[in-house]
């Protein structure tokens, strides 16, 4: 990873800026603004899906980007920047860091793991793994991906399907791995963005937590419905 943007997300604030079509705030304009808010509220890097919102970002902002691609393939469940046509789509809007789906499930197009990071490293692009467990930690170590984050814990069947943050899966990366490992993935609140600091991550991303009002809204009727009975 280019050093100059690891010294800048170490210990920060990641904010994943993210609305798919069916959510209320769909919309590039939307997402920019998203990013602004969290440029402003200091965050050091913002994580953001699909060429348009990208494009959209850049131009507001000059924190470091991870970018990704989500999209639905029939033969595969994998949907974080599946095949090389998001790579090379993320490639031509330029980011800083592409984020892919480094799980070992079957890849759309019996496209590998392996060539699609192979092509990113010779074009000297940098690679976050988004992985659901230790193996698939390590083994994208192995293939020389730049650092890994615990995205998909609780997103994959054969992961532990729990409600909040994967603190376990966190700590037991940082154990094993040299390579830098970001906590991700149903982190709500400051103080659980504080404990991975302390297991040894790297960075922390919030993405609902900051930007789904409709999910912010959702947790606090029903604490309150909870509390009230
Ligand atoms: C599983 C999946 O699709 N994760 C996506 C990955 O980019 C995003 O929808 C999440 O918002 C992001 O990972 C941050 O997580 P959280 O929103 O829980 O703070």
Known sequence: MNDSVINKI?????????ALEHEPLFGADIMAKMATAAEM?????????????????KKVTSLPIIGL???????????????????????DVGVDIIALDCTRRKRPNNETLEEIVE??????????????????????????????????????????????PDFQLLKDT?????????A??????????IQMLNLGAYAVVVG??????????????????KALG
């Open 184 to 193: 991700e993935g149903k982190i709500f609140m400051p103080s659980e963005a």
């Open 69 to 91: 691609i989500k999209r639905d393939y029939e033969d595969s469940e994998i949907f974080i920047t599946p095949t090389l046509r998001e790579v090379k789509e993320l490639m």
């Open 41 to 57: 509220g200091g965050a050091v890097c913002i994580r953001a899906n699909s060429v348009i919102d990208i494009a959209a970002i």
């Open 10 to 18: 170490n210990k920060g604030l990641i904010v994943s800026c993210q």
């Open 119 to 164: 092509y990113m490293k010779q074009h000297g692009q940098k690679i976050m793994a988004d992985i659901s467990t230790l193996e698939e930690a390590i083994y994208a170590e192995s293939i020389g991906i730049d650092c890994v984050s615990t995205t998909l814990s609780g997103y994959t069947p054969y992961s532990p399907q729990q409600s909040g």
């Open 174 to 182: 940082v154990a094993k791995l040299n390579i830098p490992v970001i």
């Open 208 to 225: 609902s937590a900051i930007t789904r009002p409709q999910l912010i809204t959702e947790r606090y009727v029903n604490d309150i419905r």
